[in-house]
């Protein structure tokens, strides 16, 4: 398995003055020591080392949470050693993700199917269907989305034309609507989450609300309806 020190906490990667000692100790290449930040009287230097560094994981290892500063949470998580990988983040928190092996590259680039299914259970893509899954059949692919399902009562077009409103405003996209069922999203959660909070104050939709799914980037699928219908 391969090592990889990652960042779980909204703070930018960094190490904290004894970190960087210890890490300069053991590391041919040296972090700069002469202008290092201070955090709440905490003094630490944000760097940009290679997460696989075995410098870095050893001085994790062996400094624990003493590596980094107060605001910074250095974890180490293993993959197979067989798989490439990159680092995503969402304000500094940060996360890994699977990239395919050259075999599945391959593969999925022979199999149109395969490929649509490999986007389906990625953690690097949301897909959303319009009916059956085949290759030409999902519509778009955003990071954040939120499909909304209405009771046989609610008036669809009142529906629609409040959500749309709703995008307009934060710059949100409808990617489906067919029945009773509204999807919209947005590749930036600068965009989704201003139109969530407008959704909290959207009284209208309501009374006739049964349902809310959210996704994200990280592949997190979990209703939101309670959250939706508690009064603002």
Same mark, same amino acid.
Request: hydrophobic content about 35%.
């Given at each position: 398995?391969?090592?990889?020190?990652?960042?779980?906490?909204?703070?930018?990667? +960094?190490?904290?003055?004894?970190?960087?000692?210890?890490?300069?100790?053991?590391?041919?290449?040296?972090?700069?020591?002469? /202008?290092?930040?201070?955090?709440?009287?905490?003094?630490?230097?944000?760097? /940009?080392?290679?997460?696989?560094?075995?410098?870095?994981?050893?001085?994790?290892?062996?400094?624990?949470?003493? +590596?980094?500063?107060? &605001?910074?949470?250095?974890?180490?998580?293993?993959?197979?050693?067989? =798989?490439?990988?990159?680092?995503?983040? =969402?304000?500094?928190?940060?996360?890994?993700?699977?990239?395919?092996?050259?075999?599945?590259?391959?593969?999925?680039?022979?199999?149109?199917? %395969?490929?649509?299914? =490999?986007?389906?259970?990625?953690?690097?893509?949301?897909?959303?269907?319009?009916?059956?899954?085949? +290759?030409?059949?999902?519509?778009?692919?955003?990071?954040?989305?939120?499909?909304?399902?209405?009771?046989?009562?609610?008036?669809?077009?009142?529906?629609?034309?409040?959500?749309?409103?709703?995008?307009?405003?934060?710059?949100?996209?409808?990617?489906?609507?067919?029945?009773?069922?509204?999807?919209? &999203?947005?590749?930036?959660?600068?965009?989704?989450?201003? %139109?969530?909070?407008?959704?909290?104050?959207?009284?209208?939709?309501?009374? =006739?609300?049964?349902? %809310?799914?959210?996704?994200?980037?990280? +592949?997190?699928?979990?209703?939101?309806?309670?959250?939706?219908?508690?009064?603002?």
């Amino acid at each position: 398995m391969k090592k990889i020190v990652i960042n779980e906490y909204y703070c930018p990667f +960094a190490l904290s003055e004894e970190g960087v000692k210890y890490y300069n100790s053991l590391s041919p290449i040296k972090l700069p020591t002469d /202008d290092m930040l201070d955090w709440g009287g905490v003094k630490h230097i944000n760097c /940009d080392l290679c997460r696989d560094d075995p410098y870095l994981i050893k001085t994790i290892t062996d400094l624990k949470e003493k +590596a980094a500063p107060s &605001g910074c949470k250095l974890k180490i998580v293993e993959i197979p050693d067989e =798989y490439s990988y990159r680092i995503e983040d =969402y304000d500094c928190w940060e996360h890994v993700v699977l990239l395919p092996r050259e075999e599945e590259v391959r593969r999925l680039c022979s199999d149109p199917d %395969a490929l649509v299914e =490999y986007l389906r259970r990625s953690g690097c893509f949301g897909l959303i269907e319009e009916s059956e899954v085949s +290759a030409t059949s999902f519509i778009k692919v955003m990071n954040y989305t939120l499909e909304l399902t209405f009771s046989p009562k609610a008036n669809m077009d009142e529906m629609l034309s409040i959500i749309k409103d709703i995008c307009q405003k934060a710059g949100c996209e409808i990617i489906k609507h067919e029945g009773n069922i509204i999807i919209y &999203g947005a590749n930036e959660y600068d965009q989704f989450g201003p %139109a969530y909070i407008h959704l909290l104050h959207a009284q209208q939709i309501k009374p =006739y609300l049964v349902e %809310a799914i959210w996704s994200d980037k990280d +592949a997190c699928f979990h209703s939101c309806l309670e959250n939706i219908l508690q009064e603002v």
